[in-house]
């Protein structure tokens, strides 16, 4: 794998088709504006990875491959040990 690369604004729209092809087939590419990290481009297929809707916990576990295998999980009931304050 490529390290991320590092554009200068000005060379970033001389060449938006390589820094383009980089982000798809590298990963994201981060373009400077007066020697600052100003912005990241990155691929489609990153930026829908990014903001997909989170899975709730209960959606996840019923999604399990252990769902419906009869797995009991129980917790212990005891109110654990004494601490002195």
Not at 40 to 64: C, G, H, M, N, W
């Amino acid at each position: 794998m490529v390290p991320t690369k590092r554009w200068q604004l000005q060379e970033a729209k001389n060449k938006l088709s390589q820094v383009a092809e980089e982000a798809v087939t590298y990963g994201p590419q981060i373009i400077t504006k007066r020697g600052q990290d100003a912005v990241v481009l990155i691929s489609r297929a990153e930026y829908d990875r990014l903001t997909a809707p989170r899975t709730r916990f209960v959606q996840f576990l019923k999604a399990s491959p252990l769902a419906g295998s009869g797995l009991i999980a129980e917790r212990d009931p005891s109110p654990g040990r004494t601490a002195s304050l």
